[in-house]
């Protein structure tokens, strides 16, 4: 439930105590959902490499590119002490690390997904998920069992082969390692059976995926699940060796936990560990025994760094070969966009730049959304939080505050997860959403909140906190100015994303800033959060009983999600129907309000050939070239 491209990197500050707050916000998700039951053809990607496409007439996560963490010290020609490589490596830049083993990750990966593959992958980050390390698969009993056909002289980098008894191992460390953080991937929405002993507690060895011989490996499901393939995409669910860390029951292990997360993870992925320094670099470099296409450049180079100005001075240096922008750092007049493609990523062109090099432009959408959190039990008045809906252009806020580099939100859902496809998104939106497409209606706002009994003399008040970030500063401060012609007084105030988090589960603010991910591109991911928990409540308190009718219609529309999770054509047309039922309640009842859906931007040197990413944002470098490296 993270977000990762340039504004990320203001929010990354709150990951100095990185591992606490993920363990918090891991506790929190899980008492969520545990409250609520639980390649695309060669023709396009080598369009969309824009080397090839240039000659005829697309991030690894964001982050991986942007670069927001570390501690390496720079000077300010963006050049710094983050080690030598010898070869040809793509070089870039990436936020700070803390695990390299699949049961931690959880954040956007730098180097994992390059080290660590999964029995389905969604290739370059594009949907639909295909077959990674699994050939083939059937399934039996509407989608609740799955028996998978596995690749067969895979290697990991250790040399030993790949077989079915590595994925039940690896499968069993994320459900019952005392260090894992991706347990919840196993056992909400989608869930493996299993058992429970009488106190709730995970018995050991009971996940129900079984290694029928070397090379099968079948898994049942409590119940079909409609997204089986993208969720086994996930990091978590990567193969490693059987045994390599003795932390489950039946294992000694080859190493310690530690060493295996820092020093020598071990996958099957078309490149290898090779040094990771902490605050200064992460490189890892080619596997030539590698299953698939065998990588043409040696290796990866990722350097560590925490502040925007000396990544873009080290990219200026031309010491990096992908990189990212920030808003400010961003010219809009200087993008030339030469084609789009049916997803929606973009090509084309960016520059001059400061060193007079005009460099490769690629863009995709990813699945990160941000909206205003309305605690509905303390800002009870709906007619306030309407109000302030009809104050906020969504497009202004794009193309103003955020530099034309994300998008508008009229839902909650990214438009190429949304019920109906984005042709229906933005129909919707368009037509249907109901406090101004592009437009600010301060009118409208004032005379709601007139109609409610409120005026100059006597005005709504509340309390909106937002990231300590100047562009959310500044989108709170102009939000508060404008909603005092509506009878309403925000008063803005700062806090760490620690903070708000911490505050958010005690419920003690009326309004806050915040951002969410999808872990596999369904709606439900967003949508658990929009309908009421009783037994834990979400950050927006929809459970204590303001505005009944909306909140039962989202409830309904929840349980009737929940009785469609599976495969077939019925029951994805009621889920579907479940997902908009949702989106409706929420904007009536204004309890999450859409901003904006983030895009990944990236800039590109021109001996480099590397083709853009999809939604999934994740990607492979072994179809990497880099031509005259400086």
């Known amino acids: 439930m993270y977000g990762n491209v340039s504004l990320l990197c203001q929010y990354i500050d709150f990951m100095k105590d990185f591992e606490t707050l993920l363990l918090r916000l891991h506790t929190v998700s899980s008492n969520f959902m545990t409250s609520s039951g639980g390649a695309d053809g060669s023709s396009t990607d080598e369009r969309f490499s824009r080397r090839s496409f ?4 697309g991030v690894a996560a964001a982050t ?26 793509l070089r870039m830049a990436v936020d700070s690390i803390s695990s390299m083993d699949p049961v931690i990750i959880q954040l956007d990966s730098v180097g994992e997904y390059n080290i660590y593959e999964r029995l389905t992958t969604h290739t370059d ?15 039996e009993e509407d989608g609740a069992v799955y028996e998978f056909e596995l690749k067969e002289g895979v290697q990991f980098h250790d040399g030993s082969e790949l077989t079915a008894d590595d994925f039940v191992y690896s499968w069993r460390r994320m459900a019952e390692s005392p260090d894992t953080r991706n347990a919840d991937d196993l056992f909400d929405t989608f869930e493996i059976a299993h058992e429970r002993d009488d106190e709730g507690e995970l018995v050991p060895d009971s996940l129900a995926v079984e290694a029928v011989d070397d090379h099968t490996l079948r898994v049942e499901l409590a119940r079909p699940f409609y997204m089986t393939l993208d969720q086994l995409a996930n990091i978590s669910f990567a193969a490693t060796p059987e045994g390599v860390v003795g932390d489950i029951e039946g294992y000694d292990g080859e190493m310690d936990q530690s060493e295996f997360g820092t020093e020598n993870p071990i996958g099957t992925g078309p490149f290898q560990f090779e040094d990771w320094q902490e605050g200064s670099h992460l490189s890892i470099e080619r596997f030539d025994d590698y299953h698939g296409e065998v990588a043409e450049i040696d290796g990866v180079h ?17 010491n990096l070969d992908v990189f990212t922008m920030e808003p400010s750092q961003f010219d809009p007049d200087l993008l030339e966009i030469e084609d789009t493609d049916e997803e929606g990523r973009e090509i084309g062109t960016y520059g001059p730049l400061d060193n007079e090099e005009t460099v ?13 959190v309305f605690n509905t039990a303390n800002v009870d008045e709906l007619a306030a939080r309407r109000a302030i809906a009809h104050v906020i252009d969504q497009h202004r806020l794009a193309e103003n505050e955020f530099n034309e580099m994300y998008d508008p939100a009229y839902h909650i859902v990214t438009p190429s997860t949304f019920p109906g496809g984005e042709d229906r998104y933005h129909e919707m939106a368009e ?17 709601i909140m007139e109609e409610a009994g409120y005026g100059e003399d006597d005005r709504y008040e509340m309390t909106l906190t937002v990231m300590p970030d100047s562009i959310w500063q500044d989108f709170g401060e102009l939000l508060a100015s404008q909603a005092r012609a ?15 988090i911490d505050r958010a589960i005690e419920g003690t603010m009326d309004a806050f800033t915040l951002w969410d991910r999808m872990d596999y591109p369904g709606p439900d991911i967003f949508h658990r959060f929009l309908h009421p928990t009783p037994d834990a409540p979400q950050f927006t308190r929809i459970s204590q009983g303001v505005d009944a009718e909306y909140a039962d219609e989202a409830e309904d529309a929840w349980e009737q999600y929940l009785e469609n999770r599976g495969e077939t054509d019925e029951e994805e047309e009621a889920r579907n129907e479940a997902f908009e039922r949702i989106e409706a309640a929420n904007l009536e009842m204004v309890a999450q309000l859409p901003l904006l859906h983030e895009r990944v931007h990236r800039f590109i040197y021109d001996w480099v050939d590397i083709s853009m990413h999809g939604v999934m944002e994740y990607q492979q470098y072994n179809t990497v070239s880099i031509d005259d490296q400086p």
Do not use: K
């Open 54 to 57: 240039l000659a005829a007439g």
């Open 64 to 89: 991986t590119v942007a670069g927001c963490g570390g501690g390496e010290e720079i000077d300010e020609n963006g050049e710094g002490g983050d080690g030598d490589v010898d070869g040809t490596y």
């Open 125 to 139: 980050g594009r949907l639909p998920a295909e077959g990674q390390l699994a050939e083939d698969w059937t399934t």
């Open 302 to 318: 990722w350097s560590i760094m925490d502040d925007s100005n000396a990544r873009l001075n080290r990219a200026l240096n031309r």
């Open 360 to 372: 490769q432009y690629q863009s995709s959408e990813v699945l990160i959304s941000h909206y205003i």
């Open 431 to 447: 037509n249907e959403y109901p406090y101004g497409y592009a437009e600010s209606q301060i009118e409208e706002a004032a005379s």
């Open 486 to 500: 509506a009878h309403i007084e925000i008063d803005v105030e700062e806090a760490p994303f620690a903070t708000i």
